[in-house]
């Protein structure tokens, strides 16, 4: 039951972070940054953006090989679900006009990438391309993840704005609310490891007569 619930969990929330990506997108003020980088490079390739999203994800994957990172079943399914589950929403959404409307849905896109990344996170089963690029460069450069992080992230910031990606008030709530919506959701989502009996610590044996027991 605890495998099937980790993979129930993970699929959701890989397809819920696609549909919450698609409406940030309708509401068309302005994205996180990786998105940018991809909006950028749909505008220019002349591909749909899921299909955008799935290349630079499989691309990152390749950067993982001289890092020594390895990939998990969850760290494959993010490249192809979240690419698929956004074009689909965007299938579905329509083109958003009121100004209102469309900073409801970008509040309502970013909450719910907030839950999508505590479910599939939650579910232990590796982390996403661009996550574990950032942590395996933290390990082979010995920086910190703050610095590492925000040099990526700034990165394709600046090269998706210069394709033409969409910068604006999205980007920044997005920027400042992800961070501790994550640490709202992942707590509640987080699968705990069952540990079997072999691995439940030993209980102290029994001092002989007279003697005290260990302690420590």
């Not at 890989?14 to 997108?25: D, F, H």
């Not at 990438?113 to 996403?128: K, Q, V």
């Not at 640490?183 to 691995?199: D, G, M, S, W, Y």
Request: aromatic share 6%.
């Amino acid at each position: 039951m605890n495998l099937t619930r980790r993979l129930v969990q993970l699929y959701a929330g890989l397809v819920l972070y696609g549909a919450s990506m698609a409406l940030q997108i309708r509401a068309a003020l302005g994205l996180d940054p990786w998105d940018v980088f991809h909006q950028g490079l749909a505008k220019h390739i002349g591909l749909s953006f899921g299909t955008i999203t799935m290349i630079v994800g499989a691309a990152v994957l390749l950067l993982w090989i001289p890092l020594r990172q390895r990939p998990g079943l969850g760290t494959i399914s993010n490249v192809f679900v979240i690419g698929l589950s956004v074009d689909a929403a965007l299938s579905l959404l329509p083109t958003l006009h009121s100004v209102p409307v469309r900073i409801v849905v970008l509040m309502a896109g970013i909450v719910l990438n907030g839950i999508a990344g505590g479910l599939y996170i939650g579910a232990r089963f590796g982390p996403g391309p661009r996550d574990g690029l950032m942590t395996g460069f933290c390990r082979r450069t010995g920086r910190s993840v703050r610095l590492v992080r925000t040099t990526i992230e700034v990165t394709v910031l600046v090269v998706g704005m210069l394709m033409g990606g969409s910068v604006g008030v999205g980007t920044v709530a997005y920027a400042l609310a992800i961070g501790p919506l994550v640490q709202i959701f992942l707590p509640l989502f987080t699968v705990k490891e069952r540990r079997t009996p072999a691995q439940e610590p030993a209980a102290p044996a029994a001092a002989p007569a007279g003697e005290p027991a260990a302690v420590g």
